[in-house]
């Protein structure tokens, strides 16, 4: 069991570093392509920071020899729009309350409320849909719901090129980039589109590599101490897997720059709502019932309740995004009782 918790640890951390090497070449492919916020924040970077809670379930679902590993690929699946719609939230309202008190900025997150209007609308669309179509008139419909999922983030993202929304800003040099010139290589430096593929692949390569170790031992720890897979892998693997790449979101906070902020959030949750749950719906029996269900209802109810506030305040308060983490913790104490 020591040894399964040492692997599952190593095998995050190629996972993350993985995830910092997607994230960094698809920033600076929005840059030298002059992209939007919206673009950047709710496709590139949202992309890039959830594409280990992507990966994992399909390598679980594909790869994994037992049944157990179809739960963990469920958990992992419901388990991203949980914690983003909840922690994630959470970390944003709190850089905003620390920067306030330190007499940095308003009480206030400077969104872009279309952006982020957009952004929910989908999610709680094509989420719903996805959770409740399939419990009303049964799976035999499954592959229509996954079709409808995958036209309407191809919709989505077309509506958001084509958004208005301002340019970003600077980003940190193309990770291959930098590795050359520790190197000692002077010639061809510059972030050629070759260089940004290259590491693009690479960073794929790896993430495959350290979620098919991830899952192979989180099978055995969830067995161990006699945990359901589903549930374990609900509420650990988001936490593991793309929390840690959430903290894109306080930096931009600190910076100011909320809409990248909030954009990297809400944008992650429509694609975690799209992609991720096609792959559960196509080819798990996704019987979604129990603390699974109530983990897709709060998740629903927490972007409601942001929606609600931009819509008819046409502003955002840090106290809408700081309820997530209430809902979290309330969602905690009634599993372990």
Same mark, same amino acid.
């Given at each position: *069991? ?15 570093? $993985? ?20 673009? /950047? ?17 399909? #390598? !679980? ?12 690929? /469920? ?16 970390? #944003? ?39 409740? #179509?399939? *419990? ?10 996954? #079709? ?8 989505? /993202? ?44 690479? $960073?794929?390569i790896i993430m495959v590599v350290g979620s098919k170790g991830f899952v192979n031992n989180l099978e055995i720890i969830s067995k161990g101490y006699g945990i ?11 936490? !593991? ?49 129990? *603390? ?24 955002? $308060? ?20």
């Amino acid at each position: *069991m020591t040894l399964s918790i040492f692997l599952l640890i190593v095998n995050l951390f190629i996972i993350l570093l $993985s995830a910092e090497g997607f994230t960094n070449s698809v920033e600076v492919l929005g840059r030298k392509l002059k992209l939007s916020q919206a673009v /950047v924040g709710s496709i590139f970077a949202a992309i890039g920071t959830a594409l280990p809670e992507t990966i994992l379930p399909a #390598v !679980a679902i594909f790869l994994g020899a037992k049944e157990t590993a179809k739960e963990i690929g /469920v958990g992992a699946i419901l388990g991203a729009p949980f914690m983003l719609s909840t922690l994630a939230f959470l970390l #944003v309202g709190i850089t905003v309350v620390i920067t306030f008190l330190r007499k940095k900025r308003k009480f206030v997150l400077n969104s872009e409320i279309p952006t982020l209007r957009r952004d929910l609308i989908f999610f709680i669309i094509m989420f719903g849909i996805a959770v409740f #179509v399939p *419990m009303l008139i049964g799976n035999q419909f499954n592959y229509l719901v996954a #079709v409808v999922l995958i036209f309407g983030y191809l919709y989505y /993202v077309y509506l958001t090129v084509n958004s208005k929304s301002k340019k970003v800003g600077e980003c940190e040099p193309l990770l291959l980039l930098k590795l050359k010139m520790k190197l000692g290589f002077t010639k061809n430096l510059k972030e050629s589109h070759t260089l940004i593929i290259l590491q693009i692949i690479l $960073s794929l390569i790896i993430m495959v590599v350290g979620s098919k170790g991830f899952v192979n031992n989180l099978e055995i720890i969830s067995k161990g101490y006699g945990i359901s897979p589903l549930i374990f892998t609900l509420i650990f693997a988001p936490i !593991a897997t793309e929390l840690p790449e959430k903290f894109n979101s306080i930096s931009w906070t600190l910076k100011g720059k909320d809409a990248l902020a909030l954009g990297n959030i809400t944008g992650a949750m429509v694609f975690q709502a799209t992609f991720p749950v096609t792959i559960g719906l196509l080819f798990t029996d996704w019987k979604i019932s129990g *603390m699974a269900l109530l983990s897709a209802i709060i998740a629903l109810f927490s972007a409601l309740l942001v929606l609600s506030e931009i819509t008819f305040r046409k502003k955002l $308060s840090p106290y809408s995004v700081l309820f997530g983490g209430i809902l979290y913790i309330l969602y905690m104490i009634f599993l372990f009782l």
